[in-house]
């Protein structure tokens, strides 16, 4: 780093991270104190953190050029841009009820007990990788499949583990999801120009929720309906007309993967979608875009009500890359790389790795399960040490993404996904905690693909995958 740039503070470097501290409390305090999953708070928690943290540098002003460095970056720009384009198509899934096609398959063809469970999984997985929202996905799908399973005969908190690990795994493994734009726009190639192509990271990742979701699934199905209770009457559950809302999102994913051009993956899912839901009956015209109101002064409709719906997830990307400006200037994330580099895990790729592994667990466990932020915020850490040992961006954001959404989201008191789901289900933390499986499984895969070097792919001078280190 450029000498004459370093950012000091009043007490030494470690002050740098006083902004990441307050926003750490803050996580604490919104989900673990408050009970409230609210992004716009916790960025706001961010950006307190940076006032807080302002008054600490010897020069404010180099502070504050700092962070609109970090939140300038291209980096940051990209998230953003994608978040608001990706939020009108996720959106239009979200209030296309999908979910309810599912429950009628269901129900029609007699899936009860543990057969409802790991269908169950499977349908969420689908549901969330067509939003790209787990958070989301979980709001929609628990009214809708858990009083259902529950009736024919599921185990409560299986189900309503099964119903968060669905969601889960979309958030991993989506195109359009907000970690998987995230793990892989903070890891770029040797020419620290370019960032990982999301296509190509999703593309490489599959193997790994593959295995992951297919032994979730064979548990869901073992133990899924035991201590179940079949209801006398279950009644008509379900629309078999919102099965058609799966076209725009095999679309979208087959655009994405042959051209690995997002933007015009979601233009395609967008359009095919709106053309779907208007045909079968799913959307009218207001369902898109409608003004009410006396004075016409309030908008409705998916696609407005998709981009304020993703504000909060952009304001907390701008925060967090906020403070990683502050953390750069300061060289604070330089000595915490030389720290694991220099450590003995550090020697070696396989150690490397594992020092990734560690790492992921722990910023997400201290960011109460929000697993954007953690991926936000330990990725810069990822990309130097990685790049350094030559592995692969793909493999890099497949492990930064992959550890944060595995064992910290299982956590019974201190993860965002077990609050939100202890409130739409009513079962015990601990039990419920224990039926989230797909994380569990993908923590056991990653693991597993690190110490047998299975999908490690190093960086060839032009960005290929090699098997081996030039």
Not at 95 to 110: H, Q, R
Not at 136 to 150: D, E, K, Y
Not at 328 to 344: M, P
Request: charged share 10%; hydrophobic share 50%.
């Amino acid at each position: 780093m450029d000498k004459q740039r370093v950012l000091e503070f009043r007490g030494g470097w470690c002050l740098s991270f006083v902004p990441i501290a307050v926003f750490f409390l803050f996580c604490i305090l919104l989900f673990l104190v408050y009970l409230s999953y609210d992004l716009h708070a916790l960025a706001m928690g961010g950006f307190l953190g940076l006032l807080i943290g302002a008054p600490l540098a010897k020069d404010y002003k180099q502070y504050w050029d700092a962070v609109i460095r970090g939140i300038s970056s291209p980096n940051s720009v990209t998230i953003v841009v994608i978040l608001f384009v990706i939020g009108m198509f996720s959106q239009m899934m979200k209030d296309s009820s999908a979910s309810e096609g599912f429950v009628w398959i269901a129900n029609t063809i007699g899936m009860k007990g543990g057969l409802f469970v790991a269908f169950t999984f499977l349908a969420t997985c689908v549901i969330s990788t067509a939003t790209g929202s787990s958070i989301g996905t979980m709001f929609a799908a628990f009214p809708i499949f858990f009083a259902s399973g529950v009736a024919l005969g599921a185990n409560p908190a299986c189900l309503a583990g099964a119903i968060t690990s669905g969601c889960i795994f979309g958030d991993n493994l989506a195109p359009i999801s907000d970690t998987t734009i995230a793990s892989a726009s903070t890891q770029t190639y040797n020419d620290k120009q370019k960032t990982a192509e999301i296509a190509g990271v999703v593309a490489s990742r599959f193997k790994y929720s593959l295995v992951a979701s297919i032994a979730a699934l064979i548990i869901y199905l073992i133990i899924g309906g035991k201590g179940g209770t079949i209801a006398e009457d279950v009644g008509t559950l379900g629309d078999p007309v919102k099965l058609f809302m799966l076209i725009p999102v095999a679309l979208l994913l087959i655009v994405a993967v042959v051209s690995r051009n997002l933007f015009k993956a979601i233009s395609v899912g967008l359009v095919t979608g709106i053309i779907t839901g208007l045909l079968s009956g799913i959307f009218t015209w207001d369902s898109l875009f409608a003004s009410s109101g006396e004075l016409g002064n309030h908008v409705s409709g998916f696609l407005p009500t998709g981009v304020q719906s993703i504000m909060g997830t952009v304001t907390l990307v701008i925060s967090v890359f906020g403070i990683m400006g502050v953390l750069q200037a300061a060289g604070a994330l330089d000595h915490l790389v030389e720290a694991i580099l220099g450590s003995r895990m550090g020697q070696s790729v396989r150690g490397t790795e594992a020092a990734i592994a560690i790492g992921a667990c722990l910023t997400t466990a201290i960011f109460g399960g929000v697993t954007s932020a953690a991926i936000l915020t330990f990725g810069p850490v990822v990309n130097e040490i990685g790049n350094r040992k030559g592995i692969h961006p793909f493999r890099r954001a497949n492990l930064l993404d992959g550890f944060v959404n595995s064992l910290p989201v299982a956590l019974p008191f201190l993860s965002v996904f077990v609050f939100i789901s202890v409130a739409l289900s009513g079962v015990n933390p601990v039990s419920l905690a224990g039926g989230l499986i797909y994380p569990m499984a993908l923590f056991v895969t990653l693991v597993v693909a690190i110490i047998t070097g299975w999908g490690l792919r190093y960086e060839g001078k032009n960005g290929e995958e090699l098997r081996r280190p030039q």
